[in-house]
């Protein structure tokens, strides 16, 4: 297959909007990686756009608000065109501690329209795109969240619905209650559970896909070394993928796909995204880039032509199921809907 195809616009599924091919995860500007710069990250968005990219991925809870703010100010601060085709898909519901922590998940009605008037007064915006729970509230019945959801866009404060690390059952619960644009759920060489039962249905059903987590937080990035210090705050220092033995292992994996990289003159970070772009027109890759040469990098893969062989290679060096370690702690794990 040759990838180039991607080039095109991608729909959000039936009913969500079309979408340049890669999308912007702005997480890690502002939470969980540790310490980032406010001016790079800014400067990161504004070529993004420039680029092309038009779907922005955020979240409420992310640097609790600090990360709405923060795309708010970059689009406040981009050229009037470009502010223009930028679409915002924001996460809500996910419960922190002022020391940073994770309760729970609230998907209440009344939570969902409370969360949705905050995120619109620190993006600065009179509506968002694409809205979604980030974690289904296991207390709370998903068609009373999307329901709420779905009166958000009947007033005009949302475009579209989207959903979170849900499983096929919870998949088909939500779209009998309204149409549902996408699901975004982590997708990577390393990452291939939705390819079973989730992604196929998505498919029956209409729904498009936003893979984050396609260079497994940078795990399989090509840039990730076994002696790395992590920052303080960097979760990716309690991440099983990241431990011990685990990590040996893992690194190996991308031993492997650097051959296949070097054979494509790719860096192996464009060769893991081109392949996720590879998996279909429905599917649109979220990278994580917090600087503008990762950005760089990243839309690089945009040209990358994957032919049959290519991919025989790829899943080769990488086949099914190879990584060690599951891609949260099992505290997090528990929350995943998609995993149940």
Known sequence: MNTNATLRPRPLGATGPSVFPLGLGCMGMSALYGES???ESIATIHAALDAGV???DTGDFYGMGHNELLINEALRTAPAALRAQAL?????GALRTVEGGFTGYDGRPDAVKNFAAYSLQRLGTDH???YRIARVDPDVPVEETVGAIAELVEAGHVRHIGLSEVGAATLRRAAAVAPIADLQIEYSLISRGIEDEILPTARELGIGVTAYGVLSRG???GHFTHDRELAPGDFRGMSPRFQGDNLHHNLN????LRTVAERKGASVAQIAIAWVLSRGEDVV??????RRDRLAEALGALEVSLEAADLLAIEAAVPVG???GERYPQAQMAHLDSER
Do not use: C, N, Y
């Open 37 to 39: 710069d406010r001016t």
């Open 54 to 56: 038009t779907l922005l």
């Open 88 to 92: 915002t898909s924001v996460k809500f």
């Open 128 to 130: 968002i795109d694409v």
């Open 219 to 221: 795990l399989i990035s």
């Open 253 to 256: 994996l991308v031993e492997q």
């Open 285 to 290: 890759p979220l990278v994580g880039a917090r």
């Open 322 to 324: 190879a990584a060690a």
